[in-house]
């Protein structure tokens, strides 16, 4: 199983991109994609998680800024997922970690514990 995180870059504020995932070595989907953050000297966090029902949570620092989606590829052999990142802060420099879990609960969704499997991670650095 692997998961391969890419799209991070040095931007602007106000700039967006767009992170992608790709999941492979097994069938996810039926599995919680989510999104978490690491800055420099800070623990890991959440970002955004997407069930298989397609609900999508965001942590409140992001709400509105930034978006989980999937691709709706009929691949079985991968699955990827994005998070659009929208009007760039500062604030949101971290490496940027995707996750997937085939168990998930609501109320364990933001935890880094909770999660299986992890990507390797992607720089996004915003210029102020």
């Known amino acids: 199983v692997q998961l391969q995180a890419s799209g991070g870059g040095l931007v602007q504020a106000g700039d967006s991109l767009r992170l992608s995932c790709v999941a492979s070595?097994?069938?996810?989907?039926?599995?919680?994609m989510a999104w978490f953050r690491q800055a420099p000297g800070m623990e890991r966090e959440f970002v955004a998680a997407?069930?298989?029902?397609?609900?999508?949570?965001?942590?409140?620092s992001v709400k509105g800024r930034f978006i989980i989606s999937r691709d709706s590829s009929r691949d079985s052999t991968k699955t990827t997922w994005f998070l659009q990142v929208n009007s760039l802060k500062p604030d949101d420099t971290a490496v940027y970690y995707c996750?997937?879990?085939?168990?998930?609960?609501?109320?364990?969704?933001?935890?880094?514990?909770?999660?299986?499997?992890w990507g390797q991670g992607t720089q996004v650095t915003v210029s102020s």
């Open positions: 996750a997937a879990d085939s168990s998930l609960i609501l109320s364990s969704v933001r935890s880094t514990s909770a999660y299986d499997y």
């Open positions: 070595g097994r069938t996810f989907s039926s599995y919680t």
């Open positions: 997407r069930f298989r029902s397609a609900t999508s949570i965001y942590a409140d």
